[in-house]
């Protein structure tokens, strides 16, 4: 044999045993079922919710509306630790089909019940606390999957991909419901939620998992200390610790202004209703923006420097937010916000999916939700308070310090500041 033909017979064969490159996850069926679920659970959740405010408010006084309104925050907050570890013994899709099973089968009773009478608060306080637990079982759940249905370097289009998810069923979700309740009462728009809930259920039950790794120590004892195993990985580990108090940090220093200042704002400007809705569009806008863009992409290159750079800059956006004149330029600061908040929150979780072993995933999930969804939230009163106190520029201007510290703090430490994506 010559020296070309064996050349030639080598490349062939060396071509012919590579591995077929990765397909991408926007073209990937598996992918696009984890995402036709998740749209679907999220748009049930926009429209529960406003049906659910909507029957309160009209059963009751605004007192009793706001604290059936609030129940279902408190197990969510408590068990939402104890969330990951079920995820991580039981496996997240498991969890998560359980979760929205509960879920439509509670709304549709619920929808049952409308129809036939009228029950009192105590029913939808009821309903509330239920979901609020199953919330802590669902949050971890979904946030562990991504690695099991996508290898490691197609992370971050799966979280654009699930930020057009969410965006989706934020824009889409309170229309729909308010057109179910116009059309037919509250009955009808939990019955909608219900469906909703329902639909992710054949879709999730056809996906197709990785094999998840063999891990010493993991479900070897009880739920207890399997939950302390998974805290001191977390508290160990050189990328996933700090990222856990950057989360902290940017989530307290976020959701007050845009939560409990932005009605404070609109209302000192003279923008009314209006105004509000133009600013959410505004930061909606940005971070679909966002999400598209990494689903587009896929790679980011030196991700953990660009978001705590793109984290820095957006609370910069955010002290500046109380000091625009006019609407145009509050949208346009808004939009911003939303497009540099949006691609740093996107890029920590796909850091934090790439660097956390599978079957720690449920209780790292977890830490962070509890961070961002049970620790942060209890900045709504101090933020009212100090507005009261101070007025609405300086509170704005120290949360956006705060949220600045996070996008440093990542700068500052080497290891969450050199960490990459892989390709």
């Not at 587009?296 to 625009?324: F, K, Q």
């Not at 933020?383 to 705060?402: E, H, K």
Request: hydrophobic share 55%; with cysteine.
């Amino acid at each position: 044999m010559s020296t070309a033909t064996a050349t030639a017979t080598a490349t062939a064969t060396a071509t012919a045993t590579a591995p077929a490159p990765a397909r991408p996850a926007h073209r990937d069926p598996n992918v696009l079922r984890w995402v036709g679920a998740y749209t679907a659970s999220t748009l049930g959740d926009s429209v529960y919710h406003l049906a659910l405010s909507w029957t309160v408010v009209s059963t009751g006084t605004p007192a009793q509306a706001g604290l059936v309104m609030a129940v279902s925050a408190v197990p969510r907050a408590l068990l939402m630790l104890g969330g990951g570890v079920v995820a991580d013994r039981l496996g997240p899709r498991r969890v998560v089909i359980g979760s929205d099973a509960v879920r439509c089968l509670v709304v549709l009773g619920l929808a049952a019940t409308l129809f036939l009478t009228s029950p009192g608060l105590w029913a939808l306080a009821a309903v509330a606390l239920v979901f609020g637990t199953v919330d802590a079982l669902f949050l971890p759940a979904v946030g562990a999957l991504p690695p099991r249905i996508a290898p490691t370097d197609q992370l971050a289009r799966i979280q654009g991909l699930r930020g057009l998810a969410y965006r989706c069923g934020a824009v889409l979700g309170a229309p729909l419901g308010g057109l179910a309740v116009a059309l037919g009462g509250p009955a009808t728009a939990f019955g909608a939620a219900g469906v909703l809930f329902a639909l992710s259920i054949p879709l999730l039950s056809a996906l197709r998992l990785r094999p998840l790794p063999d891990t010493e120590g993991v479900r070897d004892g009880t739920a207890l200390s399997d939950l302390a195993d998974g805290l001191r990985y977390l508290r160990g580990h050189r990328v996933l610790g700090p990222l856990m108090v950057i989360v902290l940090l940017s989530d307290l220093g976020f959701v007050g202004p845009l939560n409990v200042g932005l009605a404070v704002l609109a209302e000192q400007r003279d923008w009314g209703a209006s105004g509000i809705g133009w600013i959410l569009a505004g930061f909606g806008t940005g971070a679909g923006a966002a999400a598209l863009l990494l689903t587009v992409r896929g790679h980011v290159p030196r991700a953990g420097a660009v978001s705590g750079w793109t984290m820095t800059l957006g609370a910069v956006a955010i002290g500046a937010l109380a000091y625009a004149p006019v609407l145009p330029a509050a949208v346009a600061v808004a939009l911003a916000i939303g497009l540099l908040a949006g691609l740093s929150g996107a890029l920590c979780n796909a850091l934090v999916q790439t660097h956390c072993e599978p079957a720690y995933l449920g209780r790292v999930t977890a830490v962070a939700g509890l961070c961002s969804l049970g620790l942060a939230p209890l900045g709504y009163p101090l933020t009212g308070a100090a507005i009261g106190l101070w007025g609405l520029g300086p509170v704005y201007v120290v949360s956006a310090s705060v949220c600045a510290l996070s996008g440093i703090y990542g700068l500052l430490v080497p290891a969450v500041r050199k960490a990459e994506l892989p390709r």
